[in-house]
């Protein structure tokens, strides 16, 4: 078992990345973006700087957390399927480079417009997860698609079916703690229900290869395609994390445990020079209640 997590929601330099990774005293660093852009479009050059400070710090890049397939992207779109192509071919000759095994992934948007049951779009999505399904596979690498706000998260029946359609060894799923208090279980007639992180992960316990740590609370949906969110430390909101990481223990669960705290300065939103201090801070601290969290657990585990 490890700890890692996203240490741009830290700071974007790829040095302070590395320092509040090494003060909590972890060896990994979840790699999304280096100074605002994602690790796919950083040019060559400053690649090569990034790969050279965390090579000189000891620090290893345990996971790629790409924007392939991701929630921004219209499954109706052809566009959407080659812009993801080439995003992935990218991430892969860079994850070679750094030594890194496993890529965060999706399976596309939620065409809020359309009903749920669209079997013709399904079968496309599939096809093109298999499609980088099988480019993962050849570079020895693993997709794991995360449960988001992405086409096959949007309901129990749908994390079902992914789960079917796709078998491969080199497809997994990545089970975050806290996107399934802000999705909708998109079932039966509307409005739907929020789904909740334990039910969500009774659906794919089987398959989870990894983990991301995001605790809060559903406030109010929004015009945008995340709702407004009230995000806290881990165990403090509705995420049933303490629940969720006691079964997986108990279930003989070894793999990482990634921090994606969304507090104070939310990723998918700018920030001023103000925040520069507290969003490191906060990170800081969450990585220390979380280890905290986990020992807690761990013992209670042992006692059982």
Same mark, same amino acid.
């Given at each position: 078992?490890?700890?890692t997590? %996203? ?30 852009? $994602? ?5 060559d050059? &400053? ?12 620090? @290893?890049?345990?996971?790629?957390? =790409? ?7 219209d ?5 959407? %399927?080659?812009?993801?192509m080439e995003?992935? @071919?990218r991430?892969i000759s860079r ?23 669209n079997?013709?779009?399904?079968? @496309?999505i ?25 086409? %096959?998260?949007q309901?129990?029946e749908k994390?079902?079916k992914?789960?079917s359609?796709?078998? =491969? ?5 990545? %089970? ?7 999705a ?25 290869h990894?983990?991301?740590? &995001?605790?809060?609370a559903?406030?109010k949906?929004?015009?945008?395609i ?11 909101? $509705?995420g ?17 445990f ?11 939103e700018?920030?001023? $020079? ?15 209640r979380f ?6 657990? &761990? =013992? ?5």
């Open positions: 078992m490890y700890y997590g %996203f240490a741009d929601e830290a700071a974007d330099s790829i040095e302070k990345q590395i320092k509040v990774t090494k003060e909590l005293g972890w060896e990994y660093i979840e790699s999304r973006s280096i100074e605002g852009l $994602n690790l796919t479009d950083i040019s050059e &400053k690649f090569e700087e990034v790969a050279k400070k965390l090579n000189e710090a000891g620090i @290893k890049v345990n996971c790629f957390g =790409s924007a392939v397939a991701n929630w921004g992207k499954p109706r779109e052809q566009e959407s %399927f080659e812009k993801s995003e992935l @071919k991430a994850m070679q480079r750094l030594g890194s095994k496993m890529i965060r992934g999706m399976s596309y948007g939620i065409p809020k417009d359309l009903s749920p049951d079997p013709e779009l399904e079968e @496309k599939i096809a093109n997860l298999k499609k980088m399904t099988k480019m993962c596979e050849d570079a020895g690498l693993i997709y794991l698609h995360e449960n988001c706000m992405n086409y %096959f998260s309901s129990y994390m079902d992914l789960i359609e796709i078998d =491969s060894p080199n497809f997994k799923i990545v %089970f975050d703690t806290g996107n399934p208090l802000m909708d279980n998109r079932m039966g007639e509307t409005p739907y229900e929020k789904q909740t992180s334990w039910e969500a992960y009774q659906h794919l316990k089987d398959h989870i990894y983990v991301h740590i &995001k605790d809060g559903f406030i949906e929004t015009d945008g995340f709702p407004e969110m009230d995000y806290c430390y881990p165990g403090d909101g $509705n049933e994390v303490r629940k969720i990481i006691k079964d997986l223990l108990a279930n003989g669960y070894d793999g990482g990634s921090i994606e705290p969304h507090m104070d300065a939310v990723y998918h700018d920030r001023d $020079n103000n925040q520069v201090d507290a969003r490191y801070n906060t990170y800081l601290e969450y990585g220390k280890m905290q969290l986990m020992e807690e657990i &761990k =013992s209670e585990v042992e006692e059982d």
